[in-house]
């Protein structure tokens, strides 16, 4: 049974380009939340989504960050118009009924 | 007041120590408490997962939860160099599938 797949590990993108951030929850698993991490920070909620809805989206941006689950395929976290305060790491993590599970994160890097 | 209080530490103890690794919340309605360790650079890799106050036990790590003071605990028995890392906890209920995390405690274990 594969972990939370997260990809890709490692993104660079100019300021004012858009990154993409892909998410594949444990097999079985209806929940999908996404966090982000500053260095010497904890993680930071940001949405949690089940399939095909967003059920609280209170930790995301308004402008520029959006999410999705949709019914077949992974999690997409888009960003748009990146600005150099996102870089981060942007982890995603799964769970059914129980504790949640975390992918190896993306590591974004605006230059 | 955050919602849930961790030290960051670092926390520095020589090899075979016992080492107590705390959290307090102010959330009356949570009612799971979980454990995460991260090592640098990667995800956060959930250890405990516990319900409601007691104890529980896996290995060298023992899970202790408070609910009268709104404290939980985990306790890590011969602690080895592979312990050093980061250990967050993590917290949910009243209805909310969102785990709200501490914002972790930096361990080294020095041989």
């Known amino acids: 049974n594969a972990g939370v797949m997260q990809n890709p590990r490692h993104l660079v993108r100019r300021r004012g380009q858009e990154a993409r951030l892909r998410c594949s929850p444990m097999?079985?698993?209806?929940?999908v939340y996404w966090y982000r991490q500053l260095p010497e920070e904890g993680l930071k909620f940001m949405v949690y989504l089940q399939k095909e809805n967003i059920i609280d989206e209170s930790g995301m941006p308004k402008e520029r960050f959006s999410a999705e689950f949709p019914k077949e395929g992974p999690s997409i976290l888009r960003i748009q118009q990146v600005v150099r305060g996102d870089s981060a790491a942007y982890f995603c993590?799964?769970?059914?009924?129980?504790?949640?599970?975390f992918g190896q994160g993306t590591r974004l890097t605006v230059v | 007041q955050k919602e849930v209080e961790q030290d960051p530490g670092p926390l520095s103890v020589p090899e075979g120590a016992i080492v107590s690794l705390n959290c307090t919340y102010s959330?009356?309605?949570?009612?799971?408490f979980m454990w995460y360790r991260q090592y640098s650079r990667k995800g956060p890799e959930l250890l405990m997962y516990?319900?409601?106050?007691g104890n529980k036990e896996d290995g060298r790590f023992t899970a202790q939860v408070d609910k009268s003071s709104k404290y939980i605990s985990l306790f890590i028995r011969d602690s080895q160099p592979s312990d050093s890392a980061t250990y967050l906890c993590a917290m949910r209920g009243g209805g909310s599938y969102i785990p709200t995390f501490g914002r972790g405690t930096s361990l080294i274990v020095h041989p």
């Open positions: 097999k079985g698993h209806s929940h």
């Open positions: 516990t319900y409601s106050s």
């Open positions: 959330n009356s309605a949570f009612q799971y």
């Open positions: 993590a799964s769970s059914r009924d129980s504790g949640a599970f």
